[in-house]
Every structure is written in C-alpha cells, then in structure tokens.
C-alpha cells in the first residue's frame, strides 16, 4: 500500500468488543490466565504484554505505523524525541567507543555529546555534512556509530544518504543512524539507503498540532532488540494516552506534509525577494547549495524555512515582536505558523564560533511554516518586515 493508506489502515487488533477505532488502554499493567501463563511470558516463552513501561497497545500500534512508513522491522517509543536520541546511543555504546557525527546537530544532541559521554568514555569527531573525505578520515579503529541529521536544525544542511549507505558498507561493524525528524518518513526514507536505525521527535510533525512529547525509534530487529533491555529498565516509555494521540495524528500526516510543503515553498520564495533578508535557505529552493540532492532523496522540501535577516540580533528581534499571528515558541511541526531565534533557544548553549560554522547568526530567524491560508502567512511576515526597520 502507499503511505497514504498505511498510517490509515495499520491498527492494532480489534478486542472482542469490535471497535473500530482502537481504544485508549490506560492501565498499567496486564493480568494472566495463570501462574504458568505469567512465567512463561516473563521467559519470552510466550508472547504477551506485561506492563505499559516495556509495551502497550497503544504504544504498539503507533510504532508499527512508524515501521510501516519507514520500511522498517521494528521500533521502540519514548517518552520525548531526546529520550529516543538519547537511547539510541546510550543503549548501543559502551566506554572507549567513538561517534562520527556530521557538525549540524540540533544543540540538545551536542550537549550529549560534549557534556554527558566525555564522562562516560565515549568520543566523537564533527565532520562537514557535505565534505566526504572528511568522513573518511574521522573513522577510527574504535568507531562504532556514524549520526547525523538531514535535513539538519536549523540550517537545513543535507547529507547524501545514498553516498553514506555505500560508505557504510566499507564499514559493516559501524551502525547508521539518523534523525529523520524533519523530513518525516513521508518525504524522506533512509532504510532504503541501508540505514540501521532511524529516530524521530513524535513532538513535531507526527503529532503535528503542539499538544504531546513524543520520540520513536525504528530500524534492525537485533538493534531494537538490545535497545529493549535498556528502555525496560531505565523507564523512558511513552504513556499510552500519547501513543493513541500520535498514532491517530499519523493517519493525516501525508496531508498535513503536502500542504507544509507547499506553503514552506511559497515562504521561502517570497522571503527571497525581501531586501531586509541577507540569506534563505529551503532545500527545494534552487539557490541552496544541495538543491539537486534534495531532489533526489527528499519527495518534497519540507515545512521549515531558515532566513537571516540583515540587522543581526535587534531586527530579528523586532521582527519576532511584530508579529500578529505568527507566534514565536520553540516547537515546530505544528499545524500553527511557528518562528524560533536559534541563537538565543535552541542552540544558546553552543559557543558563538560553534554557531557560526553551523550558519547560525545572530539575524537568524527559523519558521515552522504552518497550514493556515498561505496569504494570511505571507501578510505577517511582511508587515513584520516593514514594522521591524
């Protein structure tokens, strides 16, 4: 089936009771038949649900419409993206194992990486997304995970899947893994390009209207299966009450990344003709510097867009101020029109020379293009622009 209808028609079993849609299963915990059924299930002898912290219905349905999307075999849910980022690390590295990771990487990910696993004993290198020898020459005898981001928060850097799943296999120990949480897997898929694991922040698009945390992680079975000892006694699950909202909201998540889609294009077009506005980058603009790969491994450009607007940190504060209905918090993905100052939120916690070489100035304004009528979009951010200089 296409994506369309996968998120529509997966579901979990239907009770005896016959619903149709699948019911909240707010409980924590699952009873027996009997005494042999309880150890037999707790000896994977037999397979049952035990408890809301290792597996729920909920839970389970929303990650097997993930694992259908992404075309892949298994998955976990988490409590929060982070938590699901986090474990996808945590639960595969061990001390003395070394990261390759590409430089742009949303700042909550850097912060893991310079603050948390230099405790641990686990090292990374930074490399250039778009420079391949630089990924060469930072595999080490000890590296055990390659991440990255594409498109990347907030600069919208692109890495070439394609390139990197070749270059994986040079190195077959070493485990791919990617957040796909901008693109979605309806825009973009990395298991086809040999990718091991493949994590998301539910929070944004998948949820899709600003109302529950989420994370999902999906990928190799043997992958999701040693991340399951870690997630079942450290605790990150997801509640229930999430999973049912998130897997309800995936069922209009092809809609909602078409008209994203289509709206962020419009944005980035405009913003481009703005003389306030120094730089845009869109990776379905043709002036981005990897407008043809994004063409290749992307079916659209995405719903957010990144500017920077010529007077630094005051206009863009200014501009952020005059906003009538565009508002400013830092989430995206939501059904709501959305503006972040990275510098200042986001990615505050990075030294400003970090920054830099990520593209993010100090005018550096990113908007999560929302789904209201694109002319109402377009109004406020003019009107902004001429009341901010």
């Not at 990924?135 to 991440?147: P, R, S, Y």
């Amino acid at each position: 089936m296409k994506d369309e209808s996968k998120v529509i028609r997966e579901q979990f079993p239907r009770s005896q009771n016959r619903e149709h849609s699948v019911p909240l299963y707010l409980t924590s915990s699952f009873i027996f038949d009997d005494a042999e059924q309880c150890r037999a299930v707790f000896a994977n002898e037999e397979e049952g649900i035990i408890y809301s912290r290792y597996s729920n219905p909920n839970t389970t349905e929303f990650i097997q419409k993930v694992c259908a999307l992404e075309g892949a075999e298994a998955g976990l849910a988490f409590s929060s993206g982070m938590a699901a980022v986090f474990a996808s690390f945590a639960a595969l590295l061990k001390s003395g194992d070394h990261i390759v990771s590409s430089r742009a990487i949303f700042g909550s990910t850097h912060q893991l990486f310079t603050q948390l696993f230099s405790r641990w004993g686990i090292t990374h290198t930074y490399v250039d997304a778009g420079k391949p020898e630089d990924w060469e020459k930072a595999v080490q005898d000890n590296t055990k995970m390659i991440f990255l981001e594409t498109p990347s928060n907030p600069g919208l850097e692109l890495v070439d899947l394609e390139w990197l799943g070749g270059f994986k296999k040079k190195y077959p120990h070493i485990i791919l893994n990617i957040d796909n949480c901008f693109a979605t897997p309806y825009l973009q898929k990395p298991v086809q390009y040999g990718f091991d694991l493949v994590s998301h922040s539910a929070t944004k698009y998948m949820d899709g209207q600003g109302r529950v945390l989420g994370g999902v992680v999906v990928g190799k079975q043997e992958l999701i299966d040693e991340m399951l000892f870690f997630i079942r006694h450290t605790g990150p699950a997801m509640s229930p009450f999430n999973a049912w909202v998130l897997s309800k909201s995936l069922e209009t998540l092809p809609l909602r990344m078409d008209r994203h889609c289509s709206n962020a294009l419009v944005i980035a077009e405009l913003l481009e003709q703005q003389p306030e506005i120094e730089l845009v980058r869109y990776p379905f603009l043709p002036s981005h510097p990897q407008y043809e790969l994004a063409k290749r491994q992307m079916k659209q450009g995405g719903g957010v867009v990144t500017f920077v607007l010529k007077g630094g940190y005051e206009q863009a504060q200014r501009f952020m101020d005059s906003l009538k209905m565009i508002l400013i918090t830092s989430n995206l993905g939501d059904s709501r029109t959305i503006v972040t100052h990275p510098a200042s939120t986001t990615h505050s916690k990075l030294s400003e020379e970090e920054r830099v070489n990520l593209g993010i100035l100090a005018g550096s304004i990113r908007i999560s293009v929302g789904l209201e009528a694109i002319e109402d979009i377009q109004e406020d951010i003019l009107q902004a622009l001429r009341n901010s200089n």
